[in-house]
């Protein structure tokens, strides 16, 4: 009857050490699932910088300097005649005309 009790207690301690290990491989294969996705996810972290890099590169080197644009000027529309113009009225129309022709040439040389 010793025999068969040491027979038993081997089974069982060999029935707890395969437990034992699977449970390790259970654990380890957990890790290593994890550590895969990490992997994955630094991958595709790293192909994203990439073309983060490439569309700044692309974005910085086809950017034109912004263009200042001249301020819209309010140029004065003409009276509409109504018989007899009176001469202060004609003298400070052209007044306003040739002091904006002259902006506009002022203008036009600072630009060259």
């Known amino acids: 009857m010793d025999l068969n009790a040491s027979h038993i207690t081997e089974v ?6 395969t437990k034992q290990r699977l449970d390790a491989i259970d ?3 957990t890790r290593l699932c994890v550590a895969v996705e990490t992997f ?3 991958e595709e972290m790293e192909a994203m910088r990439l073309q983060l890099r490439i ?3 692309v974005v910085g080197n086809g950017q034109a300097p912004a263009q200042e644009y001249a301020p819209r ?3 004065p ?13 004609v ?4 007044f306003t005309w ?15």
């Open 98 to 112: 040739n002091n904006t022709f002259s902006l506009l040439i002022l203008k036009t040389e600072q630009e060259e």
């Open 55 to 57: 569309l700044q590169r």
């Open 27 to 29: 654990r380890q294969s």
């Open 12 to 17: 069982v301690d060999h029935k707890k050490s």
């Open 73 to 75: 000027l309010k140029i």
């Open 91 to 94: 003298e400070n129309f052209l």
């Open 77 to 89: 529309e003409p009276c509409t005649y109504g018989g007899a113009r009176d001469v202060k009225k």
């Open 40 to 42: 994955e996810e630094k």
